[in-house]
């Protein structure tokens, strides 16, 4: 299953790229969800290998997932390759220039089963396909939205 969905962005893509490597960042918004994180390599920084063993809790069962930064290039791709219950994924953002200071962000996101629980887990989520594009397509925009207010505003 594919999702995609592209943003326009009024920064710098420097700006925007430095934004969206805070990893941190990330960590710390889904810690405060209730999710367990624990980061692999790239303590000093961002190394290709580096990754994630995440657990939660969803529909009252533990789950855990495994990513990894498998591509990061300075200023337009960083790539995570992820694997959980029986479905392995690749999540791509890929930034274009479009001028100084305006900067096009792209989303893509790959589902696959790897196991019948996860082909059945597919299937259900491809009978909701256009809510669930809907749903990709505003929480990409509201952190769109997040970015630009945090780059013309810093704290």
């Known amino acids: 299953m594919d999702l995609s969905t592209?943003?326009?962005?009024?920064?710098?893509?420097?700006?925007?790229?430095a934004t969206l490597s805070e990893f941190e960042t990330f960590e710390r918004s889904a810690m405060r969800r209730g999710v367990d994180v624990v980061r692999r390599g790239g303590a000093d920084g961002v190394e290709l290998?580096?990754?994630?063993?995440?657990?939660?809790?969803?529909?009252?069962?533990?789950?855990?997932?495994?990513?990894?930064?498998?591509?990061?290039?300075?200023?337009?791709l960083i790539a995570l390759q992820g694997e959980g219950s029986g479905i392995s994924g690749r999540f791509e953002i890929e930034l274009l220039a479009l001028s100084a200071k305006r900067t096009r962000m792209s989303v893509r996101s790959t589902l696959s089963a790897k196991t019948l629980p996860g082909r059945l887990l597919l299937q259900s989520l491809k009978l909701g396909r256009g809510r669930i594009n809907q749903k990709f397509g505003e929480r990409i925009s509201d952190y769109v939205t997040l970015i630009e207010s945090k780059l013309v505003n810093p704290a």
């Open 6 to 17: 592209q943003e326009d962005i009024e920064a710098p893509i420097k700006d925007v790229f």
């Open 49 to 76: 290998g580096m990754g994630w063993d995440i657990s939660y809790q969803l529909r009252g069962k533990d789950r855990s997932v495994t990513t990894e930064l498998v591509t990061y290039e300075p200023e337009t």
